[in-house]
């Protein structure tokens, strides 16, 4: 059974950082992607970024580029989102999605659908 727990959530400051951690078990290769998701109150849920397992290939949506960066620690099992320069607008429940199979396609596009396998969430609030 794939299960991901997701986290590092918390309240910075405007500026500030946080690292999130999408720990994953279940997979029994590494034939699958990550992605982060966020859903602030009132709003619809958005993808923040991917990252295929196998080879690395990342995606990062344009209101996060350059400021958030994705990586995986294959031994760990374990996906991070390291998150800087944060603003008032990243405040949202972030969760970590898993895709496998054809699905892996769509989430490296950030296409935010309902995949299979989710995280409960983690808050993150940024104060200005």
């Known amino acids: 059974e794939v299960q991901l727990v997701e986290s590092g959530g918390g309240l910075v400051q405007t500026g500030g950082s946080l690292r999130l951690s999408c720990a994953a078990s279940?997979?029994?290769?590494?034939?699958?992607?990550i992605g982060w998701f966020r859903q602030a109150p009132g709003k619809g849920r958005e993808a923040v970024s991917s990252i295929k397992i196998s080879d690395g290939t990342t995606a990062y949506a344009d209101s996060v580029k350059g400021r958030f960066t994705i990586s995986s620690d294959i031994a760990k099992n374990t996906v991070y989102l390291d998150m800087n320069n944060l603003k008032s607008e990243d405040t949202a429940v972030y969760s970590c999605?898993?895709?496998?199979?054809?699905?892996?396609?769509?989430?490296?596009?950030?296409?935010?659908?309902?995949?299979?396998?989710w995280g409960q969430g983690t808050q993150v609030t940024v104060s200005s």
């Open positions: 279940g997979f029994t290769s590494d034939d699958y992607a």
């Open positions: 999605a898993a895709a496998t199979g054809p699905d892996i396609f769509l989430i490296l596009k950030l296409w935010p659908v309902q995949y299979n396998y």
